[in-house]
């Protein structure tokens, strides 16, 4: 069970990394780009979730038995506000990504969800180590295959990537809601 649900975890996490990716790859990226992207991304959602681990550890520890339905909440919130926010509402579009600061502020960005998944890690007492290794490993891979294959990809098929991503965060809150009350 914990297998799966750290799979179910932070293969939705990808799907964020990939639509940005491939929307840079969209606008064009030289190979230097791409590189710096590679970096940055996952160094951001590597670390985001330590910091929401923190956070979770603590409140986990204040809120005691209530830690898993609190849990269940945030991935479901999380889910939920993905589907609600209109993609075109959250930002004016991925920054061109040629400047460091550029990059940095997108990292930023679609590294905001990890914190949340950290949050939820220290309250479902998740082993950290795998999590994270499985996060920085997705996020290289799919910022790579994002931006070769952006010029491909519309910005249609951008916000359903987005949309699948909080369909199965929200999916996940409630298997695991589920599995919680049987138990």
């Known amino acids: 069970m914990i297998v799966f649900t750290m799979i179910a975890l ?3 996490l990808g799907l964020d990394t990939f639509a940005v990716s491939a929307a840079l790859g969209i606008r064009g990226a030289s190979a230097g780009q791409r590189m710096r992207a590679s970096l940055l991304f996952p160094a951001f959602e590597a670390t985001m979730p330590l910091i929401g681990l923190a956070i979770g550890h603590e409140l986990g520890a204040a809120i005691g038995t209530a830690a898993s339905y ?13 589907l609600v926010v209109d993609e075109d509402d959250r930002e004016p579009g991925p920054p061109n990504a ?25 309250l479902l007492r998740l082993p950290v180590l795998p999590v994270i290794v499985m996060i920085a490993l997705q996020t290289v891979i799919l910022t790579q295959v994002g931006m070769r294959v952006g010029d491909g990809i519309g910005h249609r098929l951008r916000e359903r990537a987005e949309r ?10 409630i298997g695991l809601l589920i599995a919680r009350l049987a138990g």
């Open 70 to 82: 609190a849990a269940i909440g945030v991935l479901l919130a999380l889910g939920i506000h993905i």
């Open 10 to 12: 932070v293969l939705p």
């Open 164 to 173: 699948l991503a909080g369909v199965a965060l929200a999916l996940l809150a």
């Open 98 to 122: 040629r400047s460091m600061s550029a990059s940095i502020a997108l990292g930023l960005l679609i590294s905001l969800d990890e914190l949340a998944i950290g949050f939820t890690l220290g």
